[in-house]
């Protein structure tokens, strides 16, 4: 059984940057792709970033190209989703999940799923 737990959230002011981790148990983290989804209040969940399996492909949300950053450490069992110039939209509860591949942000492929990181950006 896969475990996932979420860390690095905070309260950020708009601009400033956050990296978040997603720690894995040990086995069997490299035969899946990771994906990043936020949850704001009142609004369902929605993708962010997705890496495969071996890292060697990523995507990205539309809202979040050119600030945000996904890559693995599969050494380490730990994915990190790198977040820079941050905006109040960004704000929500921050999940990892894992699932067979990056096709798709459907949540109901993601078979685990983290307990959640709160992210705030606010003045």
């Known amino acids: 059984q896969l475990r996932l737990v979420e860390s690095g959230g905070g309260l950020v002011q708009p601009g400033g940057s956050l990296r978040l981790s997603c720690a894995a148990s040990e086995f069997p983290f490299d035969y899946y792709a990771i994906g990043w989804f936020r949850q704001a209040p009142g609004k369902e969940r929605e993708g962010v970033s997705c890496i495969s399996s071996s890292g060697g492909n990523t995507d990205y949300a539309d809202s979040v190209k050119g600030r945000f950053a996904i890559s693995r450490d599969n050494a380490k069992y730990t994915v990190y989703l790198q977040m820079n110039s941050l905006k109040p939209e960004d704000t929500g509860v921050y999940y990892c999940?894992?699932?067979?591949?990056?096709?798709?942000?459907?949540?109901?492929?993601?078979?685990?799923w983290g307990q959640g990181t709160q992210v705030t950006v606010s003045s």
């Open positions: 999940a894992a699932a067979r591949g990056c096709g798709s942000y459907y949540v109901r492929l993601y078979t685990y």
